[in-house]
């Protein structure tokens, strides 16, 4: 099967890269399962959006807007993670010291 730019499906001889296409992007459940491993590097993303290529670049920009976003929310969510509990140390710190002082 050849997934076309306009979203109809052109049935041929399946070589390796279209088999791969059709196996991650041919169900939803396969493209959330697809989603899924990108986003928790069981899968190189590379990989995936090179295959994008294959149906199209705006196929391949939206890919990469999802990754760039998902990445852009771990790395706000695990620095919040780290500042907010060098907050919460810095505050036991500074109240040990008053205690101390007096």
Same mark, same amino acid.
């Given at each position: 099967?050849?997934?076309?730019?306009?979203?109809?499906?052109?049935?041929? %001889? =399946?070589?390796?890269?279209e #088999?791969?296409?059709?196996?991650?992007?041919?169900?939803?459940?396969?493209?959330?399962?697809?989603?899924? #491993?990108?986003?928790?590097? !069981?899968?190189?993303? !590379?990989?995936?959006?090179?295959? %994008?290529?294959?149906? !199209?670049?705006?196929?391949?920009?939206?890919?990469?807007?999802? %990754?760039v976003?998902?990445?852009?929310?771990?790395?706000?969510?695990?620095?919040a993670?780290?500042?907010?509990?060098?907050? =919460?140390?810095?505050? #036991?710190?500074?109240?040990? %010291?008053?205690?101390?002082?007096?």
């Amino acid at each position: 099967l050849n997934l076309q730019r306009d979203g109809s499906i052109v049935e041929f %001889m =399946e070589t390796g890269e279209e #088999k791969v296409l059709y196996q991650h992007w041919a169900s939803v459940q396969g493209a959330m399962y697809t989603l899924f #491993k990108v986003s928790t590097g !069981g899968q190189s993303w !590379g990989e995936v959006s090179d295959q %994008m290529l294959l149906i !199209g670049g705006q196929n391949f920009l939206v890919f990469l807007l999802y %990754m760039v976003l998902f990445l852009f929310v771990v790395a706000n969510s695990v620095t919040a993670i780290f500042v907010s509990s060098t907050e =919460e140390y810095a505050g #036991k710190d500074a109240q040990s %010291m008053v205690y101390e002082q007096l």
